[in-house]
């Protein structure tokens, strides 16, 4: 064999010794989601391989409520959850079990998210507007959640007692939007993936959007105290996140008009995208892309607003600020 060829051996072996190591090197990681654009950055990052490039081997897990991604994440079975605030969420967090480490979606005024909606018989009966829910049985995934923290938020905003709305906590959005439809509440929150399917069947009235009435900081990135002992993975993750939040923003949400995002060549991949991982038709996509900070920032004030608020009601736990609950090294404050 001559020099040439040995080294080109050489080579060849060099290069399998690096592949080999960069594939054991690569971090494992779970993440705990819902299957609702506003984890869309998250769907970017795994189907285009931001994540893979950072070094992470990302195995997504699936969830119908916000809670539950709390609890799997305080128990280990995610290493990281990426949902909407939530007393229970707030509480774990406030024992020192969870921490947050960035931001995601939040309520916007034209960006439509989450939207109060109707039974029809409620709306014949003259239901017609968020400011009527007084005294109507309204359905959300749980007592505490960001659902029931918006019907607080509106209570506030059209001076009509909390306590008068009849909450009719279901456990998940299948079961509170299947009760709209069943006409056994007069109203539901519910986010716009879920609604439009209910609507398009005649299940249900729209009544407005959440963003337009009170915008607030709706989700977060947050990890437990054992995953952020390894900072290199939640530096790795929220770089990769990161690419995806500006992409998102600066492709979808740069293009959205009266709260649609038109179909075209730049578009489509990202709405393709959104539409694999939400399951929804891309027609659907279209108008369910919900506002994301292009540098992933949080908008802590807000969140410390939060949580005075669900201690207020009891909901969650006293004793905590914000500012005990959020990784100041990780987060970027708005």
């Given at each position: 064999?001559?020099?040439?060829?040995r080294?080109?051996v050489?080579?060849?072996?060099?290069?399998?010794?690096?592949?080999?190591?960069q594939?054991?090197?690569?971090?494992?990681?779970?993440?705990?989601?819902l299957r609702?654009s506003?984890?869309?950055?998250?769907?970017?990052?795994?189907?285009?391989?931001?994540?893979?490039?950072?070094?992470?081997?990302?195995e997504?897990?699936?969830?119908?409520?916000?809670?539950?991604?709390a609890?799997?994440?305080?128990?280990g079975?995610v290493?990281?959850?990426?949902t909407?605030?939530t007393a229970?969420?707030?509480?774990?967090?406030?024992?020192?079990t969870?921490?947050?480490?960035?931001?995601m979606?939040?309520e916007k005024?034209?960006?439509p998210?989450?939207?109060?909606?109707a039974?029809?018989?409620?709306?014949?009966a003259?239901?017609?507007?968020?400011?009527?829910l007084?005294?109507k049985?309204?359905?959300?995934t749980q007592?505490?959640?960001?659902?029931?923290?918006?019907?607080g938020?509106?209570?506030?905003?059209?001076?009509?007692?909390?306590?008068?709305?009849?909450?009719?906590?279901l456990?998940?959005?299948?079961?509170?939007?299947?009760?709209?439809?069943?006409?056994?509440?007069?109203?539901?929150l519910l986010?716009?993936s879920?609604?439009?399917?209910?609507?398009?069947e005649?299940?249900?009235?729209?009544l407005?959007?959440?963003?337009?009435?009170?915008?607030?900081q709706?989700?977060?990135?947050?990890?437990?105290?054992?995953?952020?002992?390894?900072?290199?993975?939640?530096?790795?993750?929220?770089?990769?996140?990161?690419?995806?939040?500006?992409e998102?923003?600066?492709?979808?949400?740069?293009?959205?008009?009266?709260?649609v995002?038109?179909?075209?060549?730049?578009?489509?991949?990202?709405?393709?995208?959104?539409?694999?991982?939400?399951?929804?038709?891309l027609?659907?996509?279209?108008?369910n892309?919900?506002?994301?900070?292009?540098?992933?920032?949080?908008?802590?004030?807000?969140?410390?607003?939060?949580?005075?608020?669900?201690?207020?009601?009891?909901?969650?736990d006293?004793?905590?600020?914000?500012?005990?609950i959020?990784?100041?090294?990780?987060?970027?404050?708005?």
């Amino acid at each position: 064999m001559g020099w040439v060829a040995r080294f080109a051996v050489a080579v060849l072996l060099a290069l399998t010794t690096i592949g080999s190591a960069q594939a054991e090197e690569a971090l494992k990681a779970k993440i705990g989601v819902l299957r609702l654009s506003s984890s869309a950055p998250v769907f970017i990052a795994q189907d285009k391989g931001y994540f893979r490039e950072a070094g992470l081997e990302v195995e997504l897990k699936f969830f119908d409520a916000a809670q539950p991604i709390a609890v799997a994440t305080t128990s280990g079975d995610v290493d990281f959850g990426i949902t909407a605030f939530t007393a229970g969420l707030y509480n774990l967090a406030g024992k020192g079990t969870l921490t947050v480490i960035g931001g995601m979606s939040r309520e916007k005024a034209g960006y439509p998210l989450i939207g109060y909606f109707a039974s029809n018989n409620a709306y014949a009966a003259g239901l017609k507007s968020p400011k009527d829910l007084a005294g109507k049985r309204v359905a959300v995934t749980q007592v505490g959640s960001s659902f029931h923290y918006s019907l607080g938020l509106l209570a506030d905003k059209y001076g009509f007692k909390l306590a008068d709305v009849k909450i009719v906590p279901l456990q998940s959005l299948s079961n509170a939007a299947a009760a709209l439809k069943g006409e056994t509440v007069d109203a539901a929150l519910l986010p716009v993936s879920t609604a439009r399917k209910l609507m398009d069947e005649g299940g249900a009235k729209f009544l407005g959007w959440v963003g337009d009435e009170t915008p607030w900081q709706l989700g977060a990135i947050f990890a437990s105290p054992k995953t952020l002992t390894n900072k290199v993975l939640v530096t790795k993750l929220l770089g990769a996140l990161a690419k995806a939040d500006r992409e998102y923003h600066d492709v979808i949400l740069a293009a959205m008009k009266d709260g649609v995002v038109p179909i075209n060549e730049r578009t489509k991949p990202l709405l393709e995208i959104i539409a694999k991982y939400t399951n929804l038709p891309l027609e659907q996509v279209v108008g369910n892309c919900a506002y994301i900070d292009p540098d992933g920032k949080l908008d802590v004030k807000n969140v410390d607003n939060q949580i005075k608020w669900l201690q207020q009601q009891g909901f969650a736990d006293k004793g905590f600020d914000a500012n005990a609950i959020i990784a100041k090294d990780f987060v970027k404050a708005d």
